[in-house]
């Protein structure tokens, strides 16, 4: 499909909604509105929102915050995961014995978390980049793990017959091949640690994203709640869309991965 | 034959048996007690029936498997570990996928301590040599079969081992790609002879590359039962060499012993399989 088509296509799903949702909110039909605006606001109202959030600049302070979460979530959870990553996978009687304690730890549902982070870390930014860390620490972790079990043997092999050390075979293989299973959980480990951030954010805290709708909510505001998701949606995909850049830079040598770059 | 007293073997298998334990508690015996020698600069060609272990031989020859009984000679002393004096070349893919064809030879010498400008600079030469010189920048993927395997030649003879040892390496490629790296095989050979262990199921390339041709019987516990000299004058074209009327002769001593192998393990494998 030409570019410009699936662009004009993807505004248009846009538009549809988006009158859908102001016919119903905001035309009366027989002197009635379908849906109360109380509860489901209008699409003009969210954008008049969002407009103002910007243009007196208080959304700001929230949007760095909440991103500085999301970073130091992701780079702390992805070192742990690698680094442990690392070790289980080049040492049987560390994963073996470890094993149910890791399978345990990941089925807890990280929410139950918050509440306890919060008494640890306090109502700052550290107790939501710890829930961030919780979920982008098993999701690299169980990618690296796999990635250096399931090096190629006969790369492996190969690179012995070089010569390599182990210091080397890390270097030019293991490391390689656990980074591309870290990049292919990429996009779903830098959601989880926005989703962290955001859901710590929610629970407690006097700044964030998370912050913004919950105060919204805890006054009725809907309009405001609709705002900071907006907001927030605008984020992801900036986030997504950044990511996205830096995956096409380091994995250029898989297949197929160019044929994303070279058309743009 | 190659096996003078005044210069040691580049490699000497002496009574090498390999057994793999089954998971059922049993063993098997893949390989019987061997003795194989190759002479410095000699081209030696193992053929012999599928499954019949003489890859295992060649993976005692590089140390990637220790033998069950014998041991195992590189000029002379016994070999401990991974055999440093060889190349091995695979018949799978074996180049780094996230590396360039360049940095794959190039990283080659890197456990040899060669600093990297060098090391690149000499790669660039070697990829020259194997006919890839504007394909120094590609990633394997964006090479053909072919290609990939002059990469890996080169990754290999850059380090300069005395001894080459290959397991079926032109097996995946197609009829006329497999000339075209069985004479550059020869060109580069040629320049400075290295002993070769060359494993192939196909005998007609044996015959065309080796000096000698080593025939295993079928497995379990395979063992050499044949040993011809290939009495063709070098250099040798693959494609040409094979309509002379002395080919003819060497291919139908050796496929009269080779053939009844061929047909009894392909009766196991039926047995087996039914």
Request: no cysteine.
């Given at each position: 499909m030409n570019r410009w088509t699936l662009f004009a296509l993807r505004v248009g799903v846009a538009l549809v909604l988006l009158t859908a949702w102001h016919l119903l909110t905001a035309v009366p039909v027989g002197g009635k509105k379908l849906l109360d605006p109380f509860f489901f606001s209008t699409p003009i109202d969210v954008l008049a929102r969002v407009w103002k959030d910007f243009y007196t600049g208080t959304i700001w302070r929230h949007l760095g915050i909440t991103l500085l979460e999301t970073v130091l979530a992701f780079v702390t959870g992805a070192v742990g995961g690698i680094v442990f990553g690392f070790v289980f996978a080049r040492s049987a009687i560390v994963a073996a014995v470890f094993d149910p304690y890791i399978k345990a730890a990941n089925a807890l549902p990280r929410v139950v978390l918050a509440p306890i982070f919060m008494l640890w870390?306090?109502?700052?930014?550290w107790s939501k980049v710890a829930l961030g860390f919780t979920l982008v620490f098993f999701i690299v972790f169980f990618n690296v793990y796999q990635g250096v079990r399931e090096v190629s043997p006969t790369i492996l092999a190969n690179a012995r017959m070089l010569g390599m050390n182990e210091r080397q075979l890390l270097r030019h293989v293991y490391w390689p091949a656990a980074l591309t299973w870290m990049f292919s959980s990429l996009h779903t480990s830098v959601g989880f640690a926005l989703v962290g951030a955001v859901v710590g954010e929610y629970m407690g805290s006097s700044a964030g994203l998370g912050y913004k709708i919950h105060e919204a909510e805890s006054v009725f505001d809907v309009t405001g709640v609709f705002a900071g998701m907006v907001v927030l949606a605008g984020f992801v995909i900036i986030i997504d869309m950044f990511v996205t850049a830096v995956e096409n830079r380091l994995l250029v040598?898989?297949?197929?991965?160019?044929s994303t770059t070279a058309q743009g | 034959m190659g096996d003078n007293t005044s210069t040691p073997a580049a490699v000497a298998l002496r009574a090498v048996s390999i057994s793999f334990r089954l998971t059922d508690g049993g063993t098997y015996d893949?390989?019987?007690?061997t003795d194989l020698v190759v002479a410095p600069g000699e081209f030696v060609a193992i053929v012999g029936p599928t499954g019949c272990g003489k890859s295992t031989l060649l993976n005692v020859a590089a140390g990637l498997v220790l033998p069950s009984t014998g041991r195992t000679e590189v000029f002379g002393k016994p070999l401990a570990?991974?055999?440093?004096?060889s190349g091995y070349l695979f018949q799978?893919?074996?180049?780094?996928?996230?590396?360039?064809a360049i940095d794959n030879v190039a990283v080659a010498l890197e456990p040899k301590g060669v600093p990297r400008p060098a090391a690149l600079e000499r790669a660039r030469a070697w990829l020259d040599r194997v006919g890839l010189r504007v394909f120094a920048e590609r990633y394997p993927h964006m090479l053909s079969g072919g290609q990939k395997k002059r990469v890996a030649l080169a990754q290999i003879l850059i380090r300069d081992p005395t001894i080459l040892l290959m397991d079926e390496?032109?097996?995946?490629?197609?009829a006329q790609t497999r000339q075209i790296m069985g004479n550059l095989l020869l060109d580069l050979w040629a320049q400075d002879r290295k002993a070769v262990l060359f494993v192939t199921h196909d005998l007609e390339e044996a015959i065309a590359l080796a000096d000698r041709v080593v025939v295993m019987s079928a497995g379990p516990a395979a063992r050499i039962v044949g040993d011809y000299p290939v009495a063709l004058e070098r250099p040798r074209d693959i494609a040409e060499i094979r309509t002379e009327p002395r080919f003819h002769e060497i291919h139908k001593a050796i496929w009269a012993k080779l053939r009844g192998e061929v047909q009894k393990a392909y009766a196991q494998g039926e047995g087996r399989s039914a």
């Open positions: 870390f306090g109502l700052g930014i040598w898989r297949p197929g991965a160019q | 893949a390989v019987a007690p570990g991974l055999n440093g004096d799978q893919d074996a180049l780094m996928p996230w590396k360039t390496p032109f097996g995946p490629l197609d």
